[in-house]
Nanobody, 127 residues
Framework: QVQLVESGGGLVQAGGSLRLSCAAS????????MGWFRQAPGKDREFVAA????????YYADSVKGRFTISRDNAKNTVYVQMNSLKLEDTAVYYC????????????????????WGQGTQVTVSS
């Protein structure tokens, strides 16, 4: 069964940090690019970050560039996003997603490019 499970969300003060993890079942993760998206109440799901299979290419949304870092441990079938200097506007449900291929194509920031999704983890940033 294909499964992605996010963890690490919670309540944090503005300026604080969180690290989200996404554990994947083997076939979901092997030789697949991975991404993180988020969805705030009343808003569309938006791209946060993506990483290719070999972890030598990463992309970030402009809104998180310089504050978030995506990484992966292929031996552990896990992808991470380290979130620093959190802002109120980072409050959202964060989802990890597995791509269809090992590389990131031109549409890496489009949710339709990802085949599998986790259930999401809530991140709430307070003032």
């Amino acid at each position: 069964q294909v499964q992605l499970v996010e963890s690490g969300g919670g309540l944090v003060q503005a300026g604080g940090s969180l690290r989200l993890s996404c554990a994947a079942s083997g076939r979901t993760f092997v030789r697949k690019a991975m991404g993180w998206f988020r969805q705030a109440p009343g808003k569309d799901r938006e791209f946060v970050a993506a990483i290719n299979w070999s972890a030598d290419i990463t992309y970030y949304a402009d809104s998180v560039k310089g504050r978030f870092t995506i990484s992966r441990d292929n031996a552990k079938n896990t992808v991470y996003v380290q979130m620093n200097s959190l802002k109120l506007e980072d409050t959202a449900v964060y989802y990890c997603a597995a791509g269809r291929l090992s590389y990131l194509g031109s549409y890496y920031n489009q949710w339709g490019e990802y085949a599998y999704w986790g259930q999401g983890t809530q991140v709430t940033v307070s003032s």
